[in-house]
């Protein structure tokens, strides 16, 4: 599709735009004079008459396509539901078939975010703040029973308010799921490895020590820990790269991240460490990750907050942002773009130092 075409009622404004991992493409649309985000999925496709293929294989990919439309469908009702409820969730306005392709439209949000270097070098008070902002948006996403399956920095917009609050939207709901009902198959389970929990990386393995009924909504406490840390320090939690690539990997092997070096409040950093729990049901879950953070005594810290640094809002990037090895030999990167497609990484888990000991 180009600019110009018209898509169910919805006028694309510019040319579709390859997401990073090559499994969709976005665009901005306008309908009755409003602008959306428009997502455009790649697959599966509608076996319409005329296409190619036998009446067997054409009878399989119908089952696909019914499938994907009701899971998404689903998530779409559940989510829409409770966005009044949150206010800091990016909800879906329209998802329909045209011809052979799938496509998502959602609310067109200025996607200016501060950086996780940004945040980090807030006072602590503030990068709380934004801490409690995520995981009450996080919250009413759990309460709905579904996983959000993604959650990384680039799926999370924090700006400034002109009050001089902050704010924080969760994006991209496409990798959700509902709680202990993930795809059936492990290859449909698309997300950043970065940010997997122990038992999604199990999964995708297909290792069998995990079932679809252990990825529940505590495997977003894990990454939400990672994504917490990050915002505190500017950095991900220490472990031995030496063996592994990822910190899934190494809470696997049965080691502890590394918080040592951070300069923060102990009840803080002991929350944070739950959250890394190789059983999942041990981790907190995310009321009461918000209940602590509310309650976390910051009094010896305000005496020693640097001065808040004048933020100018930055287009979304993780460059020199993760230090991690990488099994590709280069540094993960998101793409500058005005409304960015982050389900990259489409992964199978095998022979990527995942589980290695």
């Not at 907190?284 to 953070?293: H, K």
Request: aromatic share 10%; charged share 25%.
């Amino acid at each position: 599709m180009l600019k110009g075409d018209i898509i169910k009622g919805y006028t694309v404004l510019k040319d579709f735009t390859t997401a990073g991992g090559g499994l969709s493409k976005w665009t901005f649309a306008q309908k009755n004079g409003k602008e959306y985000f428009m997502k455009e999925f790649l697959s599966p496709k509608f076996p319409t008459k005329n296409a190619p293929g036998s009446p067997k294989s054409k009878a399989k990919k119908l089952k696909i396509c019914e499938k994907f439309e009701a899971h998404h469908q689903s998530l779409i009702k559940e989510i829409n539901a409770k966005c009044g409820e949150g206010g800091n969730l990016v909800f879906t306005v329209d998802f329909f078939r045209n011809e052979t392709k799938y496509y998502k439209v959602t609310e067109k949000v200025d996607v200016a975010s501060l950086s996780i270097q940004e945040v980090a070098a807030l006072p602590l008070s503030k990068k709380i703040l934004i801490l409690k902002t995520i995981a009450h948006s996080l919250n009413v996403l759990h309460k709905a029973e579904v996983v959000h399956g993604d959650l990384k920095p680039d799926n999370v917009l924090i700006k400034q308010t002109k009050t001089g609050n902050y704010t924080a939207k969760l994006i991209d709901f496409d990798n959700s799921y509902f709680s202990s009902n993930p795809p059936e198959f492990s290859e449909d389970l698309v997300g950043d490895m970065v940010f997997y929990s122990p038992e999604l990386a199990w999964y995708i393995k297909e290792d069998k020590r995990v079932k679809g009924e252990d990825l529940t909504t505590l495997s977003d406490i894990f990454a939400l820990g990672l994504l917490f840390y990050q915002y505190l320090t500017g950095a991900l939690p220490g472990f031995d790269h030496s063996k592994y690539h990822y910190a899934c990997a190494a809470v696997q092997a049965g080691e502890v991240l590394g918080t040592n070096e951070a300069d923060l409040p102990e009840e803080l950093l002991q929350l944070i460490q739950e959250m890394w729990q190789l059983d999942y049901q041990k981790r907190p879950d995310v009321a009461a990750v918000f209940q602590r953070l509310k309650t976390l005594d910051l009094t010896a810290y305000t005496s020693k907050e640097p001065e808040e640094i004048s933020t100018k809002p930055l287009g979304l990037s993780l460059k020199g942002d993760l230090k991690m090895k990488n099994p590709f030999g280069k540094t993960p990167t998101i793409p500058k773009t005005e409304n960015p497609d982050t389900s990259n990484n489409k992964l199978r888990g095998k022979g990527l130092g995942i589980g290695k000991k």
